[in-house]
């Protein structure tokens, strides 16, 4: 039986006089996949913020594991599509200050050592771990950046567009490497993204946002496509193209033709 993880309720926010989200009711279940898709200025990454308590909601409740959440934890895992390690440390390094924060307390530091091994060898990066952002890939770079979420063992991995900025082919791997990496951790995940097969092949729900101001939650398309996925088999498979085309139907006919009613 599943349980929420995420509860989110009524919510609002508000910067000054912009009104950027309006009436989010959203529930999570533990290890769902969710995508939050929507075009730009539709305040993905605002609610995405909201959940990992970077922001506080201007109305409305959020909820995690039966907490509400009122500031940011170690329950709650964030991939930035900037990769945001620090230059001057090594990849184990990087990990490694997310591990000491955690468990630094309870842990010796061979168990810390051990931990950080651990996220390295699961994103399959343990050969890189002694060098430093700027002696590896850009596709690299993220998957560290997920192993560092990943190795304060969160709840929830929040991911904000982690591969927004590569190039199709890398793109494509890690996309792969995430789904092997949820299979294995049984990772409760809400992610932003723009691409919509991305949506399709990662999610089991895929929340689409109305534009802003004032956005809420347009629509909700369930995926029923059986996992392990492969990307190759899809591509001709059916229903993989029913869900891509009802999520391009609301973000190019239903959200276009709102804004030119708006516009007149």
Not at 105 to 128: S, Y
Request: aromatic fraction near 6%; include cysteine.
């Amino acid at each position: 039986m599943t349980s929420k993880f995420i509860d989110i309720s009524k919510v609002d926010m508000r910067f000054g006089q912009f009104h950027a989200l309006s009436d989010i009711n959203l529930a999570v279940e533990q290890g769902e996949f969710i995508t939050l898709i929507g075009h730009s200025g539709c305040g993905k990454s605002t609610l995405l913020n909201l959940i990992a308590g970077l922001n506080r909601a201007s109305s409305g409740v959020l909820v995690c594991s039966g907490r509400e959440i009122a500031g940011p934890g170690p329950e709650r895992g964030v991939v930035f599509q900037n990769h945001s390690l620090l230059p001057w440390l090594t990849c184990f390094e990087n990990i490694y200050l997310a591990v000491e924060r955690v468990f630094g307390g309870k842990e010796l530091r061979a168990q810390l050592d051990e931990r950080t091994w651990k996220a390295l060898e699961l994103v399959g990066l343990a050969a890189a771990g002694g060098k430093r952002p700027n002696e590896i890939s850009g596709g690299m770079k993220q998957r560290v950046g997920i192993a560092r979420a990943l190795s304060m063992e969160p709840k929830v991995l929040l991911m904000d567009e982690p591969f927004g900025a590569l190039d199709a082919l890398t793109r494509a791997h890690l996309q792969d490497e995430l789904m092997r990496i949820v299979a294995a951790t049984g990772a409760t995940v809400v992610m932003v993204t723009h691409d919509v097969d991305e949506a399709v092949l990662l999610s089991d729900r895929i929340v689409m946002m109305t534009n802003g101001p004032a956005a809420t939650v347009g629509g909700i398309v369930k995926v029923r496509l059986e996992r392990p996925r492969d990307r190759l088999a899809l591509a001709q498979d059916p229903l993989y193209l029913d869900y891509r085309t009802s999520v391009l139907e609301f973000l190019y006919q239903k959200q276009v033709r709102a804004a030119q009613r708006f516009a007149a």
